[in-house]
């Protein structure tokens, strides 16, 4: 079992930067691959960004790339997601989730633990 506790949500202008972590308990996480999901109201579920179990590899959206950064700490048990030049249209609830095997993917049914999640609200 995998339990994710989100953190770091909040409101910020455009323009700014938010950092959110994502704590996990159990024994497994460093053979997880991690991601960051993101819900905007009226919306689907949607991917924003993934780490291999070894940090080593990651995956971003396009609407993403070049102003998030996904990183994990394996000691830790916690996986974070700095995000820079924040855009009104980021505004959504955050989710930290975990995959159930351990081969990167953008797809949300290959997610088997997720995190109450976080609101991120960015007003322009």
């Known amino acids: 079992q995998v339990q994710l506790v989100e953190s770091g949500g909040g409101l910020v202008q455009a323009g700014g930067s938010l950092r959110l972590s994502c704590a996990a308990s159990?024994?497994?996480?460093?053979?997880?691959?991690m991601g960051w999901f993101r819900q905007a109201p009226g919306k689907e579920r949607e991917f924003v960004a993934a780490?291999?179990?070894?940090?080593?590899?990651?995956v971003y959206a396009d609407s993403v790339k070049g102003r998030f950064t996904i990183s994990r700490d394996n000691a830790k048990n916690t996986v974070s997601l700095q995000m820079n030049s924040l855009k009104p249209e980021d505004t959504a609830v955050y989710y930290c989730?975990?995959?159930?095997?351990?081969?990167?993917?953008?797809?949300?049914?290959?997610?088997?633990?997720w995190g109450q999640g976080t609101q991120v609200t960015v007003s322009s």
């Open positions: 780490i291999s179990a070894s940090g080593g590899s990651t």
């Open positions: 159990g024994r497994t996480f460093s053979s997880r691959v």
């Open positions: 989730a975990a995959t159930w095997g351990v081969a990167i993917t953008t797809l949300a049914d290959s997610y088997g633990y």
